[in-house]
């Protein structure tokens, strides 16, 4: 009970703290999922109709995430520096595969006899894309953005070991003085911090999809 | 025969062949066809014909190997596909309606590819929604899922008649339906059809629907290759070869009897008296006359009774209350096929011709209509002479 008191005390101490990187934590997220997700939809959509270029970024995006993290976050620091840069790069090439293989698996779903009658009544193939394969296909593709972001926004944490921005900050300190005072609270407030921003952000997406998914599809 | 050959047609196939890579056979080969406008054309055949080929040739869904295709006058072989095919309506088994989007904005998909002003499409569609029988307040904003089977083929044809295509292409519209609502589609189709005129092309494996659906009949083997190309009660009166004959199957004699109307038969006089005339000169009517049986009329001529030699005589009764109930009764727009249906239950084995109010304007005995059938049989069969006269001169007369 006490150490939930403390806990509290602690966070309601450095409240300026804990929500300045709770911000920097979130915009890190915001910034590698839109980046991500225009990319992987792209690389979807170029790939779809083509079983060899499907395999390839398959294979690529899933190598990617097979790096390890500690690995992955550290290798591109001598091309970009220390901070931001690497932090954002490591994070994106962790979010393409759910995405990507959500787009290409969405578009590939679609009932090729809707594709027949768009077709036959003179729908070109961008008309197509965008008229049908895409709002068919978004569900799917919502789906794999909001894997890729609570896969993100957990990942973030790391992002302080190379000098980036967020709430792993709160748990590298309580590591690096473990056993000291307050090095647990210092965990925890990263911790529970990360998992609330990783619900929001999960909210908010399930939202947007309740509002661009035709009912039809529903 | 040849009066199809001062207009031009809708649609002329010019030796079109398909070859898929790697296929011994093509799937169409060198099929040239003329399409009239306002007709529709049946294309039937066995599966693996090439039927569905030939009809996606046409809106070059599948782009032809050889040949050319030339639509109103106008050779499309080289054309925009996509432009192409916003003037032609397509409608497949399957329908495909787009299931994200709403029926109204299903309906206006060509509309709002060709730019049409807004008013213009939303009253567009309440016209087609309603032309198809789906109150448009009901289901203009409903979506595909909502709607049954019967319901979406509807609605896959408004979309297809969308910006009033001038011709139709469909490809077994009707074969994943039930045979009840397919029966109520088929004539709701052929009454929509009789007012708008379309130029439709429409593939089925079904011999039957074809003979109801067709104005013509392409009866084709495989690649293409039409066996006969003829009015359905032509091919039901002569089928040209066993493959045809095979393939409109056993009674096809019953079935050209549906393309006969009962209107347009001459009837032979039948003996008939009177309810209130005697025995003594009723049975003067029948010893006179060949037939077997007499018809008894009331006042109004309506048709009463069947009365035989072996009824008269035998009481007092009058004549009204002798033989057997007149039930097999039809009127003049009836088809042959429904009056032998009546004829075939009837105690005289004949069937009374009656007008709207139910006077009798004739007796159909069965030679009447062994009389249509040989007729039927002799003009078809002169019709293909004449054909073969013109091609082959030295074809020996008859």
Known sequence: MSGITNWFEYVGDRWSDVWGASWDHLMLVIQVMIVATVLSVAVGVAVRNNATLRNIALGVAGILITIPSLALFTIFIPIVGLGFKPAFIALLLYAILPILRNTITGLREVDPNVLESARGM????????????????????????????????????????????????FIKDGLRRLGLPLSMESVWTGTIFTILLA???????????????????R | MNQSDTTEPM??????????????????????????????????????????????????????????????????????????????????????????????????????????????????????????????????????????????????????????????????????????????????FLRLQSELKKTIVFVTHDIDEAMKMGDRIAILKESSQIAQLDKPEHILAYPVDDFVDDFIGSGSTLKGLSFERVRDLELSPYPMIRHNAGHAQARRVLDEAPQRWLLVLDDMDRPLRWVN??????????????????????????????????????????????????????????????DVIRRLRANARKHYEDENGQSQPTGTPS
């Not at chain 2, 066995?46 to 046409?58: D, V």
């Not at chain 2, 509807?154 to 979309?159: D, E, F, H, P, T």
């Open chain 2, 309 to 370: 030699d072996s009824h008269l005589d035998r009481t007092d009764r009058p004549l009204r209350d002798l033989g057997h109930p007149v039930r097999a009764k039809v009127e003049p727009n009836a088809t042959l096929h429904d009056t032998l249906e009546a004829m075939l239950t009837s105690m005289a084995g004949c069937a009374c011709v009656i007008d709207k109010r139910g006077s009798l304007q004739g007796v159909v005995e069965i030679e009447a209509l062994t």
């Open chain 1, 199 to 217: 619900l929001a952000l999960d909210l908010v997406l399930s939202t947007i999809g309740r509002f661009t998914t035709s009912r039809g599809v």
């Open chain 2, 11 to 188: 649609i002329r196939l010019d030796r079109v062949s398909k070859v898929y890579p790697g296929q011994s056979s093509p799937a169409v080969a060198e099929l040239s066809l003329d399409i009239a406008r306002g007709e529709v054309l049946v294309l039937v055949g066995p599966s693996g014909c090439g039927k569905s080929t030939t009809l996606r040739l046409i809106n070059r869904m599948i782009e032809p190997s050889n040949g050319r295709i030339i639509f109103d006058g106008e050779d499309v072989t080289g054309v925009n596909p996509d432009l192409l095919r916003r003037r032609i309506g397509y409608v497949i088994q399957q329908i495909g309606l787009f299931p994200h989007m709403t029926i109204a904005d299903n309906v206006a998909t060509v509309p709002r590819l060709l730019g049409w002003k807004k008013d213009k499409i939303r009253a567009r569609v309440d016209e087609l929604l309603d032309m198809v029988g789906l109150e448009p307040n009901v289901y203009r904003d409903r979506y595909p899922k909502e709607l049954s089977g019967g319901q979406a083929q509807r609605c896959g044809v408004a979309r297809a008649l969308g910006a009033d295509p001038e011709v139709l292409l469909m490809d077994e519209p009707f074969g994943a339906i039930d045979p009840i609502t397919r029966d109520r589609l088929q004539n709701e």
């Open chain 1, 122 to 169: 003179g729908l070109n193939g961008t008309q197509r894309l965008i008229r049908v394969q895409l709002p068919l296909a978004w569900p799917v593709i919502l789906a794999g953005i909001r894997v890729s972001t609570l896969i993100t926004t957990g990942f973030a944490a790391i992002a302080t070991l190379v000098a980036g921005p967020g709430l792993g900050i």
